[in-house]
């Protein structure tokens, strides 16, 4: 079946620092890949996707390119703020029709002043 | 602006009692979705629903049962509390496109203490 593994965390930096959270999937047929944030005390949010392949996502300075040959969709941001301090998940839905998305485990994101 | 809703933010309450946990949202998806969120579980689901009076088993579905019988609303029901069911439930929709299950959108969450 599908799945998705994204790093551990937490991933701890400091204010300005360049972030790159990984994520890599498996899934038949071509699925949509997406990135949602949670902060503290909410609910999931989208922050990015991409639907096909060498699509590149981007929101709120964060971008990440659905990679088929490598099966990734790394997650990227020049400069962290503290207020970028979240949970952030990888997730996919296949093109199959399947009611039911896969979602990776989260990687919590500590940003310091 | 898209909106997914949730009954309570927080609810507390006691071995053995039922519970109803409720979702709207106002977008005229099809699919809603139930999940819970334990610190280092991430998110499993535990049942969804493709259309009004429909419904599947997710991941965890023992101990929960779900109604929708109305498109907008997704009620999960803790038929008798128990104390390993204190989490985060989380409520989630979303539209079914040709190339896959569109974007979710999630309510804000139910943080439920079961004493």
């Known amino acids: 079946g599908d799945s998705v593994t994204q790093m551990e965390g937490p991933v701890t930096l400091s204010e300005e620092a360049f972030l790159t959270i990984n994520c890599t999937y498996t899934?038949?047929?071509?699925?949509?890949l997406f990135w949602y944030v949670q902060y503290p005390g909410e609910g999931l949010q989208l922050l990015l996707k991409a639907t096909k392949a060498d699509d590149k996502g981007s929101n709120k300075g964060f971008e990440a390119t659905y990679r088929k040959e490598t099966t990734s969709f790394h997650l990227e941001k020049g400069s962290v703020q503290v207020s970028d301090s979240a949970v952030y998940f990888c997730?996919?839905?296949?093109?199959?029709?399947?009611?039911?998305?896969?979602f990776g485990r989260g990687t919590s994101l500590i940003v310091h002043p | 602006d898209v909106k997914v809703t949730q009954s309570s933010r927080y609810l507390v309450k006691r071995t053995g009692e039922k519970v109803f946990l409720e979702c709207v949202q106002d977008m005229d998806h099809e699919n809603m979705f139930w999940y819970r969120q334990d610190p280092g579980l991430g998110l499993r689901l535990i049942y969804f629903?493709?259309?009004?009076?429909?419904?599947e088993k997710g991941d965890i579905p023992e101990g929960y049962s779900v109604s929708r019988e109305k498109k907008e609303r997704f009620s999960l029901i803790l038929e008798s509390a128990s104390t390993n069911q204190t989490s985060m439930y989380l409520c989630?929709?979303?539209?079914?496109?040709?190339?896959?299950?569109?974007?979710?959108?999630f309510g804000p969450g139910t943080r439920l203490t079961v004493l």
């Open positions: 989630a929709s979303s539209f079914l496109t040709s190339g896959g299950l569109d974007t979710q959108y």
């Open positions: 629903s493709y259309d009004v009076k429909m419904k």
């Open positions: 899934a038949t047929g071509y699925p949509s």
């Open positions: 997730a996919l839905t296949s093109s199959g029709g399947s009611y039911i998305p896969t």
